[in-house]
Each structure stands twice: as structure tokens, then as C-alpha cells.
């Protein structure tokens, strides 16, 4: 059997269903590596980003909330990497890690269309759970202290005061 | 840095070991997408910053037992074919073989573990198990992401998760899925209802090597395509309920086709293997269909001492690089379709023909 796109033998076969759809690829091994690579996992830019990019091309003022200002957002660009919206209409991927905050206007409405929900319900990361516990650890120390004072326990008192300004140091140093 | 001929030489284990679901599902696969944060993903990241990337990761590797014990290579150590081996192993991906020389892979010792870098992420790191055995799959990757949480400021939001390259990974950054084998579905018609119903429930499917219905080896992948919004159990859950139907829907139609039709199933597992017994020449397609049929006729009992996981491992030896490499050169079309009739034929003739006895033949009259 033939490649689909050139005439070398196909060694990759794809399936792919969509809806009521079966759609179904010979390709060569090389054409599989470039249409891998053209096709972002789904579903493709286009239901994605595209009405928006069109309406941002068609230069028309956008409003995104009462705190941002009316701009034109084809020209943002990310801060970390220089990455634009035409990039990702390009290449279908973002920058960094920082174009998700840059961008976040224009991708978190559009979220809901490819996931089932619009914020993480999964792992947490480690440096957040440690951030988040020297917060309770500090709460928790100074609580204690409260009632050392209170109980005019003023060794106790240092001592925990001591311990808090060690944790503080140490979610700092995490931040 | 390992070499590929000793990585060659072993299969990784997961592909040996036979499991209670191994009749219809060979292996479970979690796969999370990870990045270093404030650092261009591999696609937008110069080759410096690139480089910077893997020596990072290299480094936090190193204090990391599991990998440490096992292999890695480096992407300018390989060429396209060895490459190619790692992807019909599905220990990388068919875009991770297609970077160059910054990407590389780590693996432990058995490669139930994988950990791409510098594919469309900084990390991919990959967990196989066999059968259907997804919950030990990602429990198999926790150490791996302590550790690595440890060692490298991972890219991560409080409202979005983890952050990657493609929207489309955003929150857990996980693709869990499983490697399916339909062949009876397929042979009764039912299989585009059975994988539209998996679609609707808003997972993706994808043949392997495999057309549609009766062509090819019937093999397909289910894999969530929603990452934000669930957690990870949820989505395994949710995945592992529609996969454990499935399984029931396929067990379910063999046994159809063993009461309602014997001759039909009789006859095809029959000519499979007395093709595969007799072919001189054999294209990839023909292969993959045959070998679907025997795989199915071993798991309903008609081949003894032979275990599904046999027909795989043939399966895989039979890929292009796979044949390529066993028989260190360039192969031609025609060569090919030869050296594989001659594979098949040397594996298959070494098992005894098929044993029908269990089916009761309806009499004709
Ligand atoms: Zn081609
Ligand atoms: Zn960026």
C-alpha cells in the first residue's frame, strides 16, 4: 500500500474518529512525522483561537474586563520569550511558561471548549503544598505564641518566636 | 550514556508479562507533560537553551536511583532507524524521534519508566504497565515527580495546573490511555458503534497500524483528551469503567462468533495459520491482519503453550526499523515483504496447528 500524500509504501496507519466520522491515513513514514507534527493534539487552532485571532485581525478594538484597557492584542507580547498570537497560529504551541499569564484573557474563556473544566483539580505541585504548609506551620506557631503571652509564658514566648521567624526564612527562600 | 545494542538486545518487561485482561488490552500508559518554568518550551527555545535543559535535567536525574540504574541516550548518539526502535517500543514518541541531537530519553532498567526530554515539552515521562493496569501506572511515576518537583522549578499555576506547550495538555498534563485489541467487533461490524460511544463519552481513539474493521491488526488506543477541570483519579476512573465495557463488549462478541458462527471463526484462525505457515512473501498489511486473527485464536484457547504477548513480540520484530536493524542493512520493499514471510513462517511453524475441539460445530443438515 502507497503513502497518501507520495508514492513511497506507507508503514503508518492512523484511525482517528471524530463525531460520526472515521477517518482513516496511509502514510510513509516521513509524511506520519510531518502530519504528527501538524497536528496538535486536537482539537486543531482553529476552534481554538481562531474566531478570536480573526476578530484581533480585523482591527477591531477588543474589551476584555473593566481593568484592562482597550488594546490592540495582536501585540502583545510575552515578556520571557517575545512570543506573539500570530506565533501560536504558526506553530500551535505557546512560548514559556510566562505566556499563560500573558495571554490568559484570550485563553482561559476558550478552555471549557477543550476541557471539562477551566482550573486544575489534579496534583499539586510541591512547592506549593511546602509553601502552603510553612503558612499553616506559622499560623499554627503563632497561635501558640498568643497564648504563651497570654499565659505569661515569656521563655516559650521566645523560643516560638524564634521558630516562626525560621519558617518565615524558609517559605521566603521557596517563593 | 548506554549503547543500543544492549538496549536492544532486551525487550523491555512489560511487553513479556501476561495479565488477567491481556486478551483484550496489552498495556496501560500515563504520560505527563512537564516544563521548567520561565524557560521556552522546546519548540520556541533556541538550541542554547535547549541544551541548558537537558543538562538540567541530566543533573537532577543523576541523584535519582531508579533512572540512574537504567539507560539513557542522548539524540546525537542515535540515527534515524535506532530511533525508529525506541518508537515501535513505545518508549518515545513519533514527534520526540523527529527532534534532534538536544533531545535524549532516560529509562529504568525494565523501561516501565520513560522520560522523554525535549520533546514538545521540557519532560515527558511515561509509565507502561501490561493489561489493563492504569492506577499502577501513575502510582509508578509519583517518586519520579517528587523527585523531579525537588530538583527543578516545574512549571505550575494554581487555577491551570501544569503548564505546557499545547493548551491541550494544560491542568494534570496527563494522557492516560490503553492499547486495545478489537478484532471480533471488528469482524461482527459493531467496532465504529463500539469506538463512536468511546468518542462521545469525550475520549480519543486511534488505530495503530490499524484500518478500520477487518484489515490490519484491530488495535487501538483510548486515551482521555480532557486534562483541566478533573483530577487524575477521576479521569483514570473514568477511563478505567469505559475500557472494562469495552473489554466485556469484545469478550462478549468472540463468544458470539464461537456459538453463532464456528465455521466463519474456524476458518479464518485455520487460513491465518497456515498462511503464516506458508507465505514466502508477506506485505506489513497481510502480517498484521494475520497475526490479529491467530492473537484472537490464542486467547479463545485454540493454540496451547502460545501466549498473546507471543504474538506481539512478532508483531514488533516484524516493524521496519525492527527488521531493518536485525538485518543490518537497507532493506527494499520486495526484501522485506520476504525477510518478514520468513519471520512469521520460522515463529509460527514452531507452534502446533490449531486444536478446535472446545467448539461444538452445529450439525449442517
Ligand atoms: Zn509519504
Ligand atoms: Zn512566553
Same mark, same amino acid.
Given at each position: 500500500m502507497?503513502?497518501?500524500?507520495?508514492?513511497q509504501?506507507?508503514?503508518?496507519?492512523f484511525t482517528?474518529?471524530?463525531?460520526?466520522?472515521v477517518?482513516?491515513?496511509?502514510l510513509?513514514?516521513?509524511?506520519?512525522?510531518?502530519?504528527?507534527?501538524?497536528?496538535?493534539?486536537?482539537?486543531?487552532?482553529?476552534?481554538?483561537?481562531?474566531?478570536?485571532l480573526?476578530?484581533?485581525?480585523?482591527?477591531?478594538?477588543?474589551?476584555?474586563?473593566?481593568?484592562?484597557?482597550?488594546?490592540?492584542?495582536?501585540?502583545v507580547?510575552?515578556?520571557?520569550?517575545d512570543?506573539?498570537?500570530?506565533?501560536?497560529?504558526?506553530?500551535? %504551541?505557546?512560548?514559556?511558561?510566562?505566556?499563560y499569564?500573558?495571554f490568559?484573557?484570550?485563553?482561559?474563556?476558550?478552555?471549557t471548549e477543550?476541557?471539562?473544566?477551566?482550573?486544575?483539580?489534579?496534583?499539586?505541585n510541591?512547592?506549593v503544598?511546602? %509553601?502552603?504548609?510553612?503558612?499553616?506551620?506559622?499560623?499554627?506557631l503563632?497561635?501558640?505564641?498568643? %497564648?504563651?503571652?497570654?499565659a505569661?509564658?515569656?521563655?516559650?514566648?521566645?523560643?516560638?518566636?524564634?521558630?516562626i521567624?525560621?519558617?518565615?526564612?524558609?517559605?521566603?527562600?521557596?517563593? | 550514556?548506554?549503547?543500543?545494542t544492549?538496549?536492544?538486545?532486551?525487550?523491555?518487561?512489560?511487553?513479556?508479562?501476561?495479565?488477567?485482561?491481556?486478551?483484550?488490552?496489552?498495556?496501560?500508559?500515563? &504520560?505527563?507533560?512537564?516544563?521548567i518554568?520561565?524557560?521556552?518550551?522546546?519548540?520556541?527555545?533556541?538550541?542554547?537553551?535547549?541544551?541548558?535543559v537537558?543538562?538540567?535535567?541530566?543533573?537532577?536525574l543523576n541523584?535519582?536511583q531508579?533512572?540512574?540504574?537504567?539507560?539513557?541516550?542522548?539524540?546525537?548518539q542515535?540515527?534515524?532507524?535506532?530511533?525508529?526502535?525506541?518508537?515501535?517500543r513505545?518508549?518515545?514518541?513519533?514527534?520526540?524521534?523527529?527532534?534532534?541531537?538536544?533531545?535524549?530519553?532516560?529509562?529504568?532498567?525494565?523501561?516501565?519508566?520513560?522520560?522523554?526530554?525535549n520533546?514538545?515539552?521540557?519532560?515527558?515521562?511515561?509509565?507502561i504497565?501490561?493489561?489493563?493496569?492504569?492506577?499502577?501506572?501513575?502510582?509508578n511515576l509519583t517518586a519520579?515527580?517528587d523527585h523531579?518537583?525537588?530538583?527543578?522549578?516545574?512549571?505550575?499555576?494554581e487555577?491551570?495546573g501544569?503548564?505546557?506547550?499545547?493548551?491541550?495538555?494544560?491542568?494534570?498534563?496527563?494522557?492516560?490511555?490503553?492499547?486495545?485489541h478489537?478484532?471480533?467487533?471488528?469482524?461482527?461490524?459493531?467496532?465504529?458503534?463500539?469506538?463512536?460511544?468511546?468518542?462521545?463519552?469525550?475520549?480519543?481513539?486511534?488505530?495503530?497500524?490499524?484500518?478500520?474493521?477487518?484489515?490490519?491488526?484491530?488495535l487501538?488506543?483510548?486515551?482521555?483528551q480532557?486534562?483541566?477541570?478533573?483530577?487524575?483519579?477521576?479521569?483514570?476512573?473514568?477511563?478505567? &469503567?469505559?475500557?472494562?465495557?469495552?473489554?466485556?463488549?469484545e469478550r462478549?462478541? &468472540?463468544?458470539r462468533?464461537?456459538?453463532?458462527?464456528?465455521?466463519?471463526?474456524?476458518?479464518?484462525?485455520?487460513?491465518?495459520y497456515?498462511?503464516?505457515?506458508?507465505?514466502?512473501?508477506?506485505?506489513?498489511?497481510?502480517a498484521?491482519?494475520?497475526?490479529?486473527?491467530?492473537?484472537m485464536?490464542?486467547?479463545?484457547?485454540?493454540?496451547?503453550?502460545?501466549?498473546?504477548?507471543?504474538?506481539?513480540?512478532?508483531?514488533?520484530?516484524?516493524?521496519?526499523?525492527?527488521?531493518?536493524?536485525?538485518?543490518?542493512?537497507?532493506?527494499?520493499?520486495?526484501? &522485506?515483504?520476504?525477510?518478514?514471510?520468513?519471520?512469521?513462517?520460522?515463529?509460527?511453524?514452531?507452534?502446533a496447528?490449531?486444536?478446535f475441539?472446545?467448539?461444538?460445530?452445529?450439525?449442517?443438515?
Amino acid at each position: 500500500m502507497n503513502c497518501d500524500k507520495c508514492q513511497q509504501e506507507a508503514s503508518v496507519f492512523f484511525t482517528e474518529v471524530s463525531g460520526d466520522k472515521v477517518n482513516k491515513k496511509s502514510l510513509c513514514e516521513s509524511c506520519a512525522q510531518e502530519y504528527q507534527n501538524n497536528t496538535p493534539n486536537l482539537p486543531p487552532f482553529d476552534q481554538l483561537f481562531g474566531e478570536v485571532l480573526e476578530e484581533l485581525e480585523s482591527n477591531e478594538a477588543f474589551e476584555y474586563s473593566e481593568e484592562e484597557a482597550v488594546v490592540s492584542e495582536t501585540s502583545v507580547v510575552c515578556p520571557e520569550c517575545d512570543f506573539t498570537l500570530q506565533d501560536y497560529k504558526a506553530t500551535g %504551541r505557546f512560548g514559556c511558561s510566562t505566556c499563560y499569564p500573558t495571554f490568559k484573557h484570550i485563553l482561559l474563556p476558550k478552555l471549557t471548549e477543550i476541557h471539562k473544566g477551566s482550573s486544575h483539580e489534579g496534583r499539586v505541585n510541591h512547592r506549593v503544598l511546602d %509553601r502552603v504548609n510553612h503558612a499553616e506551620i506559622i499560623e499554627e506557631l503563632t497561635r501558640e505564641l498568643e %497564648r504563651a503571652i497570654e499565659a505569661e509564658d515569656y521563655e516559650r514566648a521566645g523560643e516560638l518566636r524564634d521558630q516562626i521567624k525560621e519558617a518565615s526564612k524558609q517559605a521566603s527562600e521557596q517563593q | 550514556m548506554s549503547t543500543f545494542t544492549e538496549f536492544y538486545k532486551n525487550y523491555p518487561e512489560w511487553m513479556t508479562l501476561q495479565e488477567s485482561d491481556s486478551d483484550v488490552v496489552l498495556t496501560s500508559r500515563v &504520560r505527563l507533560a512537564r516544563n521548567i518554568e520561565n524557560t521556552p518550551f522546546p519548540g520556541w527555545a533556541k538550541k542554547e537553551v535547549q541544551l541548558f535543559v537537558l543538562k538540567q535535567v541530566k543533573e537532577a536525574l543523576n541523584l535519582y536511583q531508579p533512572i540512574k540504574e537504567g539507560q539513557s541516550f542522548c539524540f546525537d548518539q542515535l540515527d534515524t532507524i535506532e530511533k525508529q526502535v525506541f518508537v515501535e517500543r513505545h518508549l518515545i514518541s513519533r514527534e520526540h524521534a523527529a527532534k534532534g541531537a538536544n533531545a535524549a530519553v532516560f529509562l529504568t532498567p525494565n523501561c516501565d519508566l520513560s522520560l522523554m526530554v525535549n520533546e514538545e515539552d521540557h519532560l515527558r515521562l511515561q509509565s507502561i504497565q501490561p493489561g489493563l493496569n492504569l492506577d499502577k501506572a501513575l502510582d509508578n511515576l509519583t517518586a519520579t515527580q517528587d523527585h523531579l518537583e525537588e530538583a527543578l522549578s516545574i512549571a505550575y499555576h494554581e487555577k491551570l495546573g501544569y503548564l505546557t506547550a499545547c493548551p491541550t495538555n494544560l491542568g494534570t498534563g496527563m494522557r492516560a490511555s490503553a492499547m486495545v485489541h478489537l478484532p471480533a467487533l471488528g469482524i461482527l461490524n459493531e467496532l465504529n458503534q463500539s469506538l463512536n460511544a468511546m468518542n462521545q463519552l469525550g475520549l480519543a481513539v486511534r488505530g495503530l497500524y490499524g484500518e478500520g474493521t477487518e484489515s490490519f491488526a484491530d488495535l487501538y488506543q483510548i486515551s482521555n483528551q480532557s486534562t483541566l477541570g478533573e483530577g487524575e483519579q477521576t479521569i483514570i476512573e473514568n477511563l478505567n &469503567r469505559v475500557l472494562k465495557d469495552l473489554i466485556k463488549q469484545e469478550r462478549q462478541a &468472540r463468544l458470539r462468533l464461537l456459538e453463532n458462527d464456528p465455521y466463519k471463526l474456524q476458518d479464518k484462525v485455520n487460513r491465518a495459520y497456515h498462511i503464516c505457515c506458508s507465505a514466502y512473501l508477506m506485505t506489513s498489511n497481510e502480517a498484521l491482519s494475520l497475526l490479529s486473527i491467530l492473537k484472537m485464536g490464542v486467547s479463545l484457547g485454540f493454540f496451547n503453550e502460545v501466549e498473546t504477548s507471543d504474538i506481539d513480540l512478532l508483531l514488533l520484530n516484524l516493524q521496519p526499523a525492527h527488521l531493518q536493524i536485525a538485518l543490518g542493512s537497507k532493506l527494499s520493499v520486495d526484501e &522485506r515483504d520476504i525477510i518478514r514471510a520468513t519471520k512469521v513462517r520460522e515463529r509460527i511453524q514452531r507452534i502446533a496447528k490449531p486444536d478446535f475441539s472446545i467448539i461444538k460445530l452445529p450439525s449442517l443438515n
